[in-house]
């Protein structure tokens, strides 16, 4: 409980962007969640956020995502990269990637993926809830520059022949297409059959 307090505590919620969100539930979820924001002295709204913030937590433990592995193996054998645009961590990273047609990672460990990228490697940018929204050819070159005021802390490449898709390509047509589940929340992961991907992409074009 107190977790939990210390947690909205910790968010300014002014200076994030919120999207409103309608979501059905059960009445007896719906009034314990009405009595836990009056026991925390909170309102509903940042009792629901503060709930699902631990959820998504536990959700990511279980899957072993980043935190524990952050690295893919895969990667190394595999000329095709899906790199998750984490836009659930900052929105500028997620529209500065999608401006200057360039894949990019952040902090220790997870921006180490983009140095294993090779050149002329095809890189799927994904984007939570929507799908693989852009691609490109990568350099091979890992540049850096700082994240905020963090020195170095963002490698990036510059992808040529970047495209950005008008429609994107969702993750369950993404599933289909390669007949097997993808891990979409890793920061990258290699894909050894994405030349699928890649012409299911450029037959719907």
């Not at 959700?59 to 998750?84: G, T, W």
């Not at 963002?154 to 589940?181: M, S, T, W």
């Not at 891990?183 to 994405?194: A, E, K, Q, S």
């Amino acid at each position: 409980m107190s977790k939990l307090k210390a947690l909205i505590e910790q968010k300014n919620m002014a200076q994030k962007e919120l999207v409103a969100s309608t979501v059905r539930m059960p009445k007896e979820m719906y009034s314990f969640i009405e009595a836990f924001a009056e026991h925390l002295s909170l309102s509903k709204q940042e009792t629901m956020v503060a709930l699902m913030e631990e959820g998504i937590a536990v959700a990511e433990k279980a899957l072993k995502i980043d935190r524990d592995e952050p690295m893919d193996d895969s990667v190394e054998q595999s000329r095709f990269h899906l790199l998750n645009t984490n836009k659930r961590h900052s929105i500028e990273n997620h529209i500065a990637m999608l401006e200057e047609g360039v894949a990019a990672a952040f902090y220790d460990p997870w921006k180490f993926n983009i140095d294993r990228i090779k050149k002329d490697d095809i890189v799927f940018l994904y984007e939570n809830g929507r799908g693989i929204v852009a691609y490109g050819k990568a350099t091979g070159d890992t540049l850096k520059r700082n994240c905020y005021d963090d020195v170095d802390e963002c490698h990036y490449q510059k992808l040529n022949d970047f495209r950005i898709l008008e429609k994107p390509l969702p993750a369950g047509e993404i599933k289909k297409v390669l007949n097997r589940n993808v891990v979409f929340l890793r920061t990258m992961t290699g894909m050894p059959d994405g030349q699928k991907v890649l012409d299911k992409i450029e037959a719907i074009a």
